[in-house]
């Protein structure tokens, strides 16, 4: 069968570039194909456009989403209606986080408009969780609950052969006016067993840099606790990962197909194995690869030693995730990390002179003015490279956002379309006022942009000397190397 797999649009909108590729769409795509699908994958994020957006102007940004959103005439809309066009596919699937909900939707209206036969699968973290209520959209016609590699291919065999449903683990569907959830489905036990992601069934995969392509991930899942995190609605707590060589022969295959020298890795704590990490930057050693890398991992886990292979074996980017600088907020989300701990942490990766990039939160249930203050307080003290702000968001299948709905703050019928670590309608941080809450933001990210704004005046007049390529101001995805080299040398 022909099978669109498609990522909507959210940042595009804003004028963000969104780097990198939807890794795990590819994931899907690779798997479906050998089951002798035609599979194409379109990627309504990508675009050339590179916009430096300061954290203060946000807010007028997430305006220019909805209002994209809800404009029929908007020019993403006629490029998705020429892709299904152009490709007719039989089957759409639709990666659907929380944030991209409404954008999803549009697009399975789209696609029923084109051709009402087509089927509308919706997959990832918000349909997982609210399978009842999504299915209750007159476009969406499958639901695929956790991982999907194995349930789409299951599913578009089965509407190939018009078979049965009911045996399809990982499913939820409408049939004859009824919504059924079959059992969930078991997650995939040995990852080295999955190919590697299809970065070449990308629409317009020329238009795509080198380093788009280094997107990757070892592992799948995170055994913390933080109350906020969605990961566990597809990955759960038990850790799955790859093995090195399995890892390596990607990153092989990568660099040459694309070129690739710097590559990114999402898992969500990279090196909570350090045995594994150890193993795997060895080998990045000793095989001579000669890429760059970057990672997310938490604070607490690195230490001299490691940091020291890390930078060896080409870690050249360090992400943590410090959220808040208070104690007592830290607890309440079950971070598992006291400030204590942030302040050591940073200390090492200082000493090491790696160059590290901190999240940080405003929001949480519970916090005060007090709290907020705390947070920029540490900010100022342990000095990240690069500072990234978010509006704290109760993704549905949280903790945190069972306990608001418990407390009448959230329901399943909310806007998701203002539902969003980037957009300036959340408010759930009832010990502050709203209107000092919005006070704090600005004051918050105008600290940020302050913090900030060095680097990216560096980093600019190095990228008009043709030292560095950058992708993505937020997250850092540019040739560090080349960055902190020119910056040695104070041109």
Same mark, same amino acid.
């Given at each position: ?26 994931? !899907?795509?690779?798997? &479906?194909?050998?089951? =002798? ?6 990627? /309504?994020?990508?675009? #050339? @456009? +590179? ?88 476009? !969406?016609?499958?639901? &695929?609950?956790?991982? =999907? ?6 599913? /578009?065999?089965?509407? #190939? @052969? +018009? ?329």
């Amino acid at each position: 069968m022909k099978i669109l797999l498609v990522e909507p649009p959210f940042e595009r909108f804003q004028g963000i570039k969104r780097a990198f590729f939807p890794l795990g769409l590819a994931y !899907v795509a690779a798997y &479906i194909e050998t089951q =002798g699908h035609t599979v194409e994958i379109y990627d /309504a994020e990508h675009t #050339q @456009e +590179t916009n430096i957006i300061p954290y203060a102007e946000a807010a007028n940004c997430y305006q220019k989403y909805l209002e994209g959103l809800n404009n029929k005439q908007h020019p993403l809309w006629q490029e998705a209606k020429e892709v299904l066009r152009a490709f007719r596919p039989q089957i759409i699937g639709i990666s659907c986080p929380t944030v991209k909900y409404e954008p999803a939707l549009k697009i399975a209206g789209l696609a029923k408009q084109i051709d009402p036969g087509i089927k509308v699968v919706l997959g990832g973290c918000h349909p997982t969780v609210l399978a009842e209520s999504v299915l209750t959209n007159q476009a !969406v016609d499958f639901i &695929i609950r956790g991982e =999907g590699e194995l349930t789409l291919a299951q599913l /578009a065999n089965s509407l #190939q @052969e +018009t078979g049965p449903f009911k045996d399809i683990e990982g499913l939820s569907y409408k049939l004859d006016g009824q919504i059924y959830h079959n059992p969930a489905r078991q997650l995939v036990p040995d990852l080295n067993q999955l190919p590697y992601p299809a970065r070449k069934l990308l629409h317009d995969a020329g238009g795509y840099d080198a380093e788009d392509m280094g997107l990757m991930m070892g592992s799948r899942g995170c055994p913390f606790q933080c109350t906020y995190c969605a990961s566990k609605n597809m990955w759960g707590r038990k850790v799955r990962y790859r093995s090195v060589p399995n890892i390596i022969g990607e990153i092989r295959q990568v660099k040459a197909q694309f070129g690739t020298t710097q590559f990114s890795f999402e898992d969500d704590s990279f090196t909570a194995n350090a045995k594994l990490i150890a193993e795997f930057c060895q080998q990045l050693i000793s095989q001579q690869l000669r890429i760059s890398w970057s990672a997310i991992t938490r604070i607490n886990l690195l230490n001299d030693e490691q940091i020291s292979l890390m930078k060896r074996a080409g870690c050249n980017h360090i992400r943590v995730g410090i959220e808040s600088g208070s104690d007592k907020v830290l607890k309440a989300t079950k971070k598992g990390l006291t400030v204590a701990q942030m302040r050591a942490g940073a200390k090492v990766l200082h000493r090491h002179g790696v160059y590290w990039s901190a999240y940080f939160m405003l929001g949480l249930p519970g916090e005060t003015e007090e709290d907020v203050l705390a947070t920029i307080k540490l900010m100022r003290e342990i000095k990240p490279d690069y500072c990234t702000l978010s509006i704290f968001t109760p993704y549905p299948g949280t903790e945190i956002f069972d306990e608001l709905r418990q407390a009448g703050m959230v329901a399943e019928d909310m806007d998701w379309s203002r539902f969003s670590h980037a957009s300036p309608h959340n408010y759930f941080a009832p010990r502050i006022p709203r209107q000092r809450f919005e006070e704090l933001l600005d004051i918050f990210a105008r600290e940020v942009d302050n913090h900030n704004g060095n680097f990216l005046r560096l980093l600019k007049r190095a990228k008009s000397k043709g030292l560095v390529y950058l992708q993505q101001p937020t997250e850092l995805v540019g040739d560090i190397k080349k960055y902190l080299s020119w910056r040695k040398g104070g041109s």
